[in-house]
């Protein structure tokens, strides 16, 4: 029994030297947001006018695009960039960065993104025009003053999440990855590559060692359709042990919040939820306490994913999110 006991300090002891905050940055947060027309189209906005809002009213200067796939070849060898060549154009105009991500799984349900037109290829023919498609747009933009960095998938070892709507994908999920990695390395070696994972479920071993940079999701309100609503019992040492952890094994790399929730997890599309029952699951309170919880995680750079949400919510007579991520992005 002593020695149990003596275990359980022991391990108690390792616990809390791995949950402090080793690094050695004291600059202020810096804040982004996600921003896709995919998501803009969800909501039935107009495009552009939610993006020049971000830029323009909310001053935001630090994006994450996602180049979905459907979007951006809606047909074999048809390929569509005016949504992302505006969107670039105009992040160039106001020297603000990007992170452009790319790949079948990008932000968004249903996490994986098919075109119509690759549904009914073999694997192999999926394969190679997945690799057609990063290689087109790669080359497309690497020469952006603005790209700082490419996100290769999203989460893509978060299998469980998207077991329905990944199939290919996750079949062979490292060696399709690990290919991409390689494919943009070579068209583009002077620009990082960011492989993200689960903050809460995620072992993050296995996006930390593959990526240039580390990016982390930060969930706490979801709703389980057996559980219902609810908020995960995790507070901020987790992320910082998770971080302490990967980094004593892999070395220290640049890592970040790509995807902090400040939008209501939902069973349901948005257009077809109540506005109550969204505010319940994400008001300004809530918003808040994302803010606060992600400052005591040990990361300094965090990327907001809702922003689509805050406008339309502002659009729709709620402008208190909207005016509180401007003070954000004003202090920041």
């Given at each position: 029994?002593?020695?149990?006991?003596?275990?359980?300090?022991?391990?108690?002891?390792?616990?809390?030297?791995?949950?402090?905050?080793?690094?050695?940055?004291?600059?202020?947060?810096?804040?982004?947001?996600?921003?896709?027309?995919?998501?803009?189209?969800?909501?039935?906005?107009?495009?552009?006018?939610?993006?020049?809002?971000?830029?323009?009213?909310?001053?935001?200067?630090?994006?994450?695009?996602?180049?979905?796939?459907?979007?951006?070849?809606?047909q074999?060898?048809?390929?569509?960039?005016?949504?992302?060549?505006?969107?670039?154009?105009?992040?160039?105009?106001?020297?603000?960065?990007?992170?452009?991500?790319?790949?079948?799984?990008?932000?968004?349900?249903?996490?994986?993104?098919?075109?119509?037109?690759?549904?009914?290829?073999?694997?192999?023919?999926?394969?190679?025009?997945?690799?057609?498609?990063?290689?087109?747009?790669?080359?497309?933009?690497?020469?952006?003053?603005?790209?700082?960095?490419?996100?290769?998938e999203n989460?893509?070892?978060?299998?469980?999440?998207?077991?329905?709507?990944?199939?290919?994908?996750?079949?062979?999920?490292?060696?399709?990855?690990i290919?991409?990695?390689?494919?943009?390395?070579?068209?583009?070696?002077?620009?990082?590559?960011?492989?993200?994972d689960?903050?809460?479920?995620?072992?993050?071993?296995?996006?930390?060692?593959?990526?240039?940079?580390?990016?982390?999701?930060?969930?706490?309100?979801?709703?389980?359709?057996?559980?219902?609503?609810l908020?995960?019992?995790?507070?901020?040492?987790?992320?910082?042990?998770?971080?302490?952890?990967?980094?004593?094994?892999?070395?220290?790399?640049?890592?970040?919040?790509?995807?902090?929730?400040?939008?209501?997890w939902?069973?349901?599309?948005?257009?077809?939820?109540?506005?109550?029952?969204?505010?319940?699951r994400?008001?300004?309170?809530?918003?808040?306490?994302?803010?606060?919880?992600?400052?005591?995680?040990?990361?300094?750079?965090?990327?907001l994913?809702?922003?689509e949400?805050?406008?339309?919510?502002?659009?729709?007579?709620?402008?208190?999110?909207?005016?509180?991520?401007?003070?954000?992005?004003?202090?920041?």
């Amino acid at each position: 029994m002593k020695k149990f006991f003596s275990g359980l300090i022991l391990i108690a002891a390792i616990l809390w030297i791995l949950s402090l905050d080793f690094s050695s940055t004291t600059a202020k947060p810096q804040y982004g947001v996600s921003f896709s027309r995919f998501h803009a189209d969800e909501l039935k906005l107009d495009w552009k006018e939610t993006y020049l809002a971000l830029l323009d009213d909310l001053g935001v200067r630090n994006f994450r695009f996602s180049a979905h796939w459907p979007l951006t070849e809606p047909q074999e060898n048809v390929f569509n960039f005016k949504e992302l060549d505006f969107q670039f154009k105009e992040a160039e105009k106001r020297n603000a960065s990007v992170i452009l991500a790319v790949g079948h799984r990008l932000p968004g349900w249903p996490e994986c993104h098919t075109p119509e037109w690759v549904k009914e290829l073999s694997y192999e023919q999926h394969e190679q025009k997945l690799l057609n498609y990063i290689e087109v747009t790669v080359n497309r933009y690497k020469n952006s003053p603005v790209l700082q960095y490419w996100q290769i998938e999203n989460e893509p070892f978060l299998l469980f999440f998207s077991r329905a709507n990944c199939g290919m994908h996750n079949k062979k999920v490292k060696e399709i990855l690990i290919k991409e990695i390689l494919l943009v390395q070579r068209l583009d070696p002077s620009h990082p590559i960011i492989i993200t994972d689960s903050g809460e479920f995620g072992d993050w071993f296995r996006a930390y060692k593959n990526g240039d940079v580390f990016g982390t999701t930060m969930y706490l309100y979801v709703w389980n359709r057996t559980i219902g609503p609810l908020r995960y019992p995790v507070i901020p040492a987790l992320f910082r042990i998770k971080k302490n952890i990967v980094s004593l094994i892999y070395k220290e790399k640049p890592s970040i919040v790509i995807e902090l929730s400040t939008e209501p997890w939902l069973l349901q599309p948005i257009l077809d939820t109540p506005v109550d029952t969204q505010l319940e699951r994400m008001d300004l309170d809530k918003f808040n306490e994302m803010i606060n919880f992600s400052s005591k995680t040990g990361f300094n750079s965090f990327y907001l994913w809702g922003a689509e949400w805050w406008y339309w919510m502002k659009q729709n007579g709620y402008p208190q999110l909207w005016e509180r991520a401007k003070e954000l992005f004003k202090n920041s």
